[in-house]
C-alpha cells in the first residue's frame, strides 16, 4: 500500500525536503468504525548515503497522506532515500536526486 512524492532541493548546501507518505494511517477508533485493522506509518527516516538526515518515530494521529518538511546539509546530485515502516511491519523505500 502507498508510495512516496519527494522533492529535495539544495540551496547552496542547504537542502529543503518535502515528503508526503501516501498512507492511509487508519487510527485504532476509525479501524473499528469501518470494520478493519488499524494502520499507520510507526517510524520514517531518510538517509543521504548512511548519513541519517532525518528520523522520527509517530503514532495513528498523524493525518492520511502525511507530509514531512525537513532540512539538512546536503548538495545537489545527491540522493535522499525515505522508508516509512506501519504497524503491520510492511515497509516502503524510494529515493530522489536532490535537485
Do not use: C, R
Not at 37 to 65: C, D, P, R, W, Y
Amino acid at each position: 500500500m502507498g508510495n512516496m512524492k519527494i522533492k529535495a532541493k539544495a540551496d547552496g548546501e542547504i537542502v529543503k525536503a518535502k515528503v508526503m507518505a501516501k498512507h492511509e494511517m487508519l487510527t485504532y477508533d476509525g479501524a473499528k468504525k469501518k470494520g478493519k485493522e488499524a494502520n499507520f506509518i510507526t517510524h520514517i527516516v531518510g538517509k543521504v548515503g548512511e548519513a541519517v538526515v532525518f528520523e522520527m518515530s509517530s503514532s495513528q494521529f498523524l493525518s492520511k497522506n502525511p507530509l514531512f518538511k525537513f532540512t539538512f546539509k546536503g548538495k545537489k546530485g545527491d540522493e535522499l532515500t525515505m522508508t516509512w515502516v506501519d504497524l503491520k511491519g510492511d515497509t516502503k523505500t524510494e529515493s530522489k536526486k536532490i535537485k
